[in-house]
C-alpha cells in the first residue's frame, strides 16, 4: 500500500505523543473498548476496527471521532485511513506480510492515540 508522504509524517507525529492503551488507559480509564483497535484476520488479509462513534458535532469542537488508524511494522507505518465525524466506521484493512510484527494504533479527536495489540 503506498500511502502519501503527509500521511506518513502525520503517524509519526502522532508516535511521539502519550500513547494509551488497555493495559495503561492513563488519564483516559474507562475509554478503552471504544478507542483500542481490534485486529481481524483472514490468511493474510487483515481488518483494524475500532469500536467508536462517529460524531458530527453541530461546531467542529463538538465533533467526536478516529481521525485515523494506521500499523507500524519495524518502525515503518505500513498502512493507514483517515476519516471525518461523517464517515460510518473507523475501518482499516490491507494484506499483511507472513513472518513481519505489527502494531495497530487510532488516534482519537479528543482521546489521543491508543495502541493495540501486536500481532
Same mark, same amino acid.
Given at each position: 500500500m503506498s500511502l502519501p508522504q503527509d500521511w506518513v509524517d502525520h503517524c509519526k507525529?502522532?508516535?511521539t505523543?502519550?500513547?494509551f492503551s #488497555?493495559?495503561? #488507559?492513563? &488519564?483516559?480509564a474507562g475509554?478503552?473498548?471504544g478507542h483500542t483497535p481490534m485486529v481481524e484476520k483472514d490468511g493474510n488479509e487483515t481488518t483494524i476496527t475500532v469500536n467508536h462513534v462517529m460524531k458530527k458535532g453541530e461546531t467542529e469542537d463538538e465533533d467526536h471521532f478516529i481521525e485515523m488508524v494506521f500499523v507500524v511494522s519495524e518502525d515503518e507505518v505500513v498502512a493507514a485511513a483517515k476519516f471525518t465525524p461523517t464517515d460510518a466506521e473507523p475501518k482499516l484493512s490491507f494484506t499483511a506480510e507472513e513472518g513481519k510484527s505489527y502494531t495497530p494504533y487510532s488516534h482519537c479527536n479528543l482521546h489521543g492515540v491508543? &495502541?493495540?495489540d501486536d500481532f
Open positions: 507525529s502522532l508516535l505523543e502519550t500513547i #488497555p493495559a495503561n #488507559p492513563g &488519564k483516559w475509554k478503552e473498548k491508543w &495502541k493495540g
